[in-house]
């Protein structure tokens, strides 16, 4: 896959996520089973969602800027494009860790499975374009 395409991909993904969590904060909460989990008040309730709405506005950003990215991601010189891949595989391989430890000790649910799959696969295809553009300028 090359590094314009996965960027479109991350891009498309962040975008829909973004969206989903945005709009429907109460409802993406429950497909993380984190409703099911939590004995809170509605008003402790309806603070999380609007976290979890906050965490949409900030995919959909992610996700419209990387969107942008990707057209000129070619245009880059290396020492660019490393840069950018490293903040990807890097923020990347954070999420991992946390959803991770989300997965196991809050959600556990085929959502945060999902979730992390996605997060393991951003990690290692850009960990694979660092380690391409490596070889290449070796």
Known sequence: MKLQQLVSFQAFTYIIFGIAFGLYGPLMMAVFSVGDRLQIDALEYWQVAAFARMLGGILLGFGLLLWAVRGVLNQINQEGQ?????????????????????????????????????????????????????????
């Open 82 to 138: 490393r840069g950018i891949i490293f903040a990807l595989f890097l923020s990347s391989l954070i999420a991992v860790i946390i959803s991770i430890t989300q997965q196991s000790l809050i959600w556990q649910s085929i959502a945060g499975w999902i979730s992390t799959g996605l997060f393991t696969l951003f990690t290692i295809a850009y960990g694979y374009c660092l380690f391409q553009l490596q070889r290449i300028s070796s």
